[in-house]
């Protein structure tokens, strides 16, 4: 588990940031994504759905702030591919996907 001064840090440095603690204690921080970084991702999945999976561990790995070893990321989400959906949820909310749409006709 990460300490709270570390995650401030990255907080200051990053923005909104969310983290997950994988079952053996190594800890995942996830930022806030970039327009860029998520209109790359709905596109990988709007054009070929059978790639969702791959969209979404591009999505977590481009937006993952902590750890800073590609190594040590790739040996997490391997180890616990489901960490994935939940990274990925998070991501779809700091990037404002939770709130409602009103439909208002003239």
């Known amino acids: 588990m990460l300490d709270t001064k570390t995650i401030e840090g990255l907080k200051e ?11 053996d204690g190594r800890t995942i921080v996830i930022k806030r ?6 209109n790359a991702f ?7 759905g059978a790639n969702k ?3 979404l561990l591009d999505l977590v790995r481009e937006c993952v702030v902590y750890p ?5 990321i790739a040996d997490i989400l391997d180890t616990y591919p489901a960490m994935v959906g939940p990274l990925s949820g998070a991501i779809t909310e700091m990037a404002g996907g939770t709130g409602e749409a009103r439909l ?3």
Do not use: I, L
């Open 104 to 106: 208002r006709k003239n």
């Open 33 to 38: 994504p970039k327009g860029h970084v998520y």
């Open 42 to 48: 709905m596109g990988k999945v709007t054009k070929d």
């Open 53 to 55: 999976a791959t969209a």
């Open 68 to 72: 800073e070893s590609e190594t040590e």
């Open 13 to 23: 440095k990053h923005g909104a940031v969310a983290d997950m603690e994988a079952p």
